[in-house]
């Protein structure tokens, strides 16, 4: 069985502001990756395959939106990093080797 998964570049607070406002209608994934950091290059792999869509922050293209999520959420800034959003906050995370296939579809799941 095959999973559709969307990777969506978030390049502007104002683009984050947005998912965070979509959140209100259902969860949003943001996935913080350094795509130069080899331990980023699983974890990357693993949420092209996780289904759905996924917002991508760049952390070293877009380090003023990463920086805008750890303020917003409270959630020091890592990457790999996973947060997941629903009603407008962030409802859970993970960094480095707790992300997971299961970790992140479990999330997904208890928050739809």
């Known amino acids: 069985?095959?999973?559709?998964?969307?990777?969506?570049?978030?390049?502007?607070?104002?683009?984050?502001?947005?998912?965070?406002?979509?959140?209100?209608?259902?969860?949003?994934?943001?996935?913080?990756?350094?795509?130069?950091?080899?331990?980023?290059i699983?974890?990357?792999?693993?949420?092209?395959?996780?289904?759905?869509?996924?917002?991508?922050?760049d952390v070293i293209c877009a380090k003023r939106v990463a920086l805008a999520?750890?303020?917003?959420t409270g959630i020091r800034h890592e990457s790999p990093q996973v947060i997941l959003l629903r009603n407008g906050r962030a409802v859970w995370s993970a960094s480095h080797y707790a992300i997971t296939f299961g970790s992140v579809r479990h999330a997904l799941h208890q928050h739809s």
């Open 42 to 57: 699983p974890a990357y792999q693993l949420m092209t395959r996780i289904g759905g869509d996924v917002a991508l922050i």
């Open 69 to 72: 999520l750890a303020e917003r």
């Open 1 to 40: 069985m095959s999973i559709d998964t969307q990777i969506i570049p978030v390049t502007t607070i104002e683009m984050l502001e947005q998912l965070f406002a979509r959140s209100h209608d259902a969860p949003v994934l943001l996935f913080n990756c350094d795509m130069s950091c080899p331990r980023c």
